[in-house]
Every structure is written in C-alpha cells, then in structure tokens.
C-alpha cells in the first residue's frame, strides 16, 4: 500500500519548498495584514494595541481624504490603462503590415518595458526639471512653449508620473496585441476584401472582436497593476510632493504605515482597497463569462 502511495506523495515533495515559501511571503503577510486592521497598532501602541473591531474603517469612511485619493486613483488607473491599450494596439497595428525594420522597432519599442521601473522614474523625474529638464527644454525650443512647473504646481505634478507610467506600460499592451493579431484567421481580411470593406470595417467588425479575447484579461491584469503602482507615482513625485497633492491610494498607505506610523490604519486602508479590486475582477470575470455565453 506505501508503494502505492509513494507515487502521489512524491510530487508534493518536489512542492513543499515552493509551498512554504508562499505560505511565508504571501499568504502570511495577508492574513497578518487583516489582523492589523482590526487593531489599534501605532507607534504608541506597538507592543500593547489591542482589537478595535471595525473603528480603523469607520475613521477612512469618515475622512475625506479617502474619497479624495480614491478618486486620483481612478483618474490615474483609468488614464494610463486606456492610454496603454490605445498605443499598444495602435503600434502593434502598425508593427504587425509591412513595415521596414520591424525587427529593429519591435525591440526599441519593448525598452521601457524591460527597463527597471526605479531607474525610469527617476530619469523621467529628471527630465521634468523645471529648469534643466529635456521635457521643458523640446517644449521651449521645438514648440515654443513656456516652462511648465511639473515638479512644483499641484496639477502637473499629477500629470508627470501619469505621463512616465503611460511610456511604462504601453510596450505590454503592444506584445499583448501582436499575439492576438497573428491568431486572427487572414481568411476573414480576404473574405472583407472581396465585400469591398474599408480599412475602418475591418477594424471595427474583424480587428477589434479578434482581439477582444487576447485583450480582456490584459486589460484586467494591467487595471489591477495600474491601482497598485507605487514606485512610479513616489518616485517621481519626490513622496506625494507638492504638500501631499499627488499621492494615490497605494502611495498614501505606504506613507501612513512607514511615515506617520499608523500601522493599523494603513492596514486597513489596504484591506479596502484589496476589497474594491476584488470586487472589480469578479465583475469583469462574471460580465465575460456571460458575454462569452450569450456569444455561444
């Protein structure tokens, strides 16, 4: 009976390692994460907090810096992921015709993508120096355009790491696209040509719906991701600066837990925002499941 056995233990063996390191770095930090969140834990309180039960969600709800930062965060993730299917799909059309030097742009357009979010942000962050920054100077020199503020000035301070995170992300979309794009059927481009359809028709009726089912759970990856980027966003902001005004959620939390020390705010704070993604995939999970049987 043991040799019979052997057999269906030894796989979980090979696992085990893999296994207790998710326990460890994952589920863990998760579950410890949802404890704080029920606690009073501070600086103050750090070794004597006690269980507070729902008074750290009640005092987010009550603020209206919540609503405020949930909102940038909306903006932001609506902004960039939109932007990055636009580009993404936009080049990969282009890339996928017959283009000279495919090769060679396919690659140079990958770049941003392969490169470490650290160093980009901080060469972008560079780049909008109010006085020295290439961003200001091709706007000066190329367009004639005065210097914009987009370290200082509330509202440009919001754009830039919006603009650094759009050249961040678009390359994921294009290679995403340019796999859909291969697995459309040409029989269906011959097929519109002989119809006489324009270029836009087959966009909108062959192009698009083919890629549909490539894109969807990219869209949905890169929603999730775009929420819970932080790097960009404190990098080049230098923190949230100016005064605060460009922190998003994941921005605000960190800076509640490791600046303010208000650890079970922050874990609670986090919890929120777990639950609104959470909440978003299962949306989109059920509303293309029943695309996808209304289809059928």
Sequence with gaps: MSLLRAPRRFPWLLLAPALVVLLGVVLFPLLYNFYLAFRNMSLYRFRDHTFVGLEQFATILREPVFYELLGKSLIWTAVNVVGHVVVGVALALLLNGPVVGRTWFRTL?????????YISALTWRGMFNYEY???NLILQQWFHVPA???LSDPFWAFVAPILTNLWLGFPFMMVVA???LTAIPRDQYEAADLDGASGWDKLVRITL??????LTPAILLGTVWTFNTMLVVWLVSNGGMPADHTHILVTYIYKAAFTYSRYSYAAALSVVVFVL??????????RTDDDAAEAR
């Design 178 to 180: 340019l796999g859909g």
């Design 209 to 214: 719906p083919g890629l549909a089912p490539t």
């Design 133 to 135: 920054g290439a961003v």
């Design 109 to 117: 357009l990958i770049l941003p993508w392969a490169m470490p979010q």
């Design 277 to 286: 993604l959470l909440g978003f995939v299962l949306y989109v999970m059920r």
């Design 148 to 150: 914009v503020p987009w």
